[in-house]
Nanobody, 121 residues
């Protein structure tokens, strides 16, 4: 069964930090890249960061230097450490299984349920 489960969202003040986790079923974690996306009200869903099985990483320009994506192979988990959060980071965050080739992430139709991140000013 394909499964992606996000956790770690919450309310934080601007400048604060949060750590999101995406727990993936082993069949996904061993094969696919995992991407973190976010969607704010009235806006399109956008890629935040992605990491593949080999450790190649892609970040959106808006989060470079603030967010760090990593894989925990022992826990089949992809983590997103978010520092120096800004109000514009407020969104629902989703993880996705996909592929990362030549710095381009190709999402699938498999999404987690999402976790809300709210950054107050």
């Amino acid at each position: 069964q394909v499964q992606l489960v996000e956790s770690g969202g919450g309310l934080v003040q601007a400048g604060g930090s949060l750590r999101l986790s995406c727990a993936a079923s082993p069949s996904i974690f061993r094969v696919n890249a995992i991407g973190w996306f976010r969607q704010a009200p009235g806006k399109q869903r956008e890629l935040v960061a992605a990491i593949d099985v080999g450790g190649s990483i892609k970040y959106a320009d808006s989060v470079k230097g603030r967010f760090t994506i990593s894989r925990d192979n022992a826990k089949n988990t992809v983590n997103l450490q978010m520092n120096s959060l800004k109000p514009e980071d407020t969104a629902a965050y989703y993880c996705n299984r996909g592929d990362l080739y030549s710095e381009t992430y190709y999402p699938s139709n498999y999404w987690g349920q999402g976790t809300q991140v709210t950054v107050s000013s």
